[in-house]
T-cell receptor
């Protein structure tokens, strides 16, 4: 089944403890992206990647890192999480620019 | 950059058609209009997209005004499973889909 898989679904952590949220897609998509969703602010793009080894900042990249070493994986890294990064995170992928996006089921992160 | 305006919420009765409007008066001539929806506790889901003419797929129809300043997503027979937030999105830059607040659709049995 074609899908975007994020792990974990839920994560509770403490301020400053490095964490990684994984994202993997099995559709051979070139484009991948991370969003965060907060009440009243909608979905905001954090980072995106047009292809392997090519990443770029979205609207709200501060405090986040990404890497794209393989086509299928696009992990989101929080080197030193803070409470304002408590949010619902979505990974998405598509064939390319302007193609329909496929979203994962989300990761709910709480930073205390 | 293209901006969109959608009603905050709409209601529909089950098995009736639903017309969800979107204004995008600043859209450029080459921008496609994409529609996504987000069901409760799920990630957004692609619904449909189009450029100039009306588009149909198994989920919905998209009617785009001749001047491209507005579009309407049409659900031909709403079901309870169609209750969701619907987003109308013209792409920003290179596929940065700017999701606004969308329209929350409530379907009444």
């Amino acid at each position: 089944e074609a899908q975007v898989t994020q792990n974990p679904r839920y994560l509770i952590t403490v301020t400053g403890k490095k964490l990684t949220v994984t994202c993997s897609q099995n559709m051979n998509h070139e484009y991948m992206s991370w969003y965060r969703q907060d009440p009243g602010l909608g979905l905001r793009q954090i980072y995106y990647s047009m292809n392997v080894e090519v990443t770029d900042k979205g609207d709200v990249p501060e405090g986040y890192k990404v890497s794209r070493k393989e086509k299928r994986n696009f992990p989101l890294i929080l080197e030193s999480p803070s409470p304002n990064q408590t949010s619902l995170y979505f990974c998405a992928s598509s064939l390319g620019t302007l193609s329909p996006l496929h979203f994962g089921n989300g990761t709910r992160l709480t930073v205390t | 950059d293209a901006k969109t305006t959608q009603p905050n919420s709409m209601e529909s009765n089950e098995e009736e058609p639903v017309h969800l409007p979107c204004n995008h008066s600043t859209i450029s001539g080459t921008d496609y209009i994409h529609w996504y929806r987000q069901l409760p506790s799920q990630g957004p889901e692609y619904v449909i997209h189009g450029l100039t003419s009306n588009v149909n797929n198994r989920m919905a129809s998209l009617a785009i005004a001749e001047d491209r300043k507005s579009s309407t997503l049409i659900l031909h027979r709403a079901t309870l499973r169609d209750a969701a937030v619907y987003y109308c999105i013209p792409p920003y830059n290179n596929n940065d889909m700017r999701f606004g607040a969308g329209t929350r659709l409530t379907v009444k049995p």
